[in-house]
């Protein structure tokens, strides 16, 4: 399939992959984005081993993929940079990630690959030059790595957002745009009740975004949010929400009493002992 356009202009492209990994509940629908300006490209959270080949065949229509500049991670979870030893061996991008997580991406490769070819992003961010244009490196931590960036591209207006503003759907829905946010957070709510550590850290996250120019909220899995009224309805929903720590009581750190079943599968009631 085709990638979803997200912005063109003669100098500057965003483009989304939305279904490289198949669908048969194995594996949770991610999105990849290629954003190229002038003569340099970087890949967005560039995925799993699962869909490596197709994405780099889907980006090689659009740009040559030995000559990508970077491959920028929001945070170090597999379905972002487990693929990094081939990425690796395939471009001669630099891998650009948080601080936090720098010396821990070296462990999806074969010893060496990552040499030289890492920039640690402090925890404030920054501004990360591509092509006559920039990436701004904007502080997402805690929603839900600890090491953590959005991407902000300053043409396109589009807010990458990785797993903040999930939601679950397949790769074909992620290709539609959500104009109405209040019929769409049911496929939001259960994923950042979760996955989002507390409102606290949301409020911070909306005060800071607020501040920006957005054209659309582009998440790592699911469908953009893409308009004034929908993104200010995001806004407004995520800086209310109760979800991670908050939810959390003692209930939820108790000495288990049932037993997992190795190959079966099955979860057993403990045996009582005399």
Known sequence: MTPVELFRNKDHVCLMFTDMVEEAGVAVQS??????????AAVLDPGGNLGFNELLLGIGRHYPPQDLTYLIASHADPDIIASLDRWMTATKAQLVISKVWERFAPHFTKNGKTDGRVIGVPDAGGRLPLGDTELWLLPAHFLHSEGNFHFYDPVSKILFTGDLGVSIVSGEMART???DIAKHI???VGFHERYMVSNKILRLWVNMARQLEISMLVPQHGAPIVGTAAINGFFDWIEKLQCGVDLFDQRGYMIPTSQVAGLTGRVLASRKTV
């Open 177 to 179: 745009p959500v104009r």
């Open 186 to 188: 049911p496929r939001m």
């Open 31 to 40: 999105n990849q984005f290629l954003v190229v300006d002038h003569d340099q």
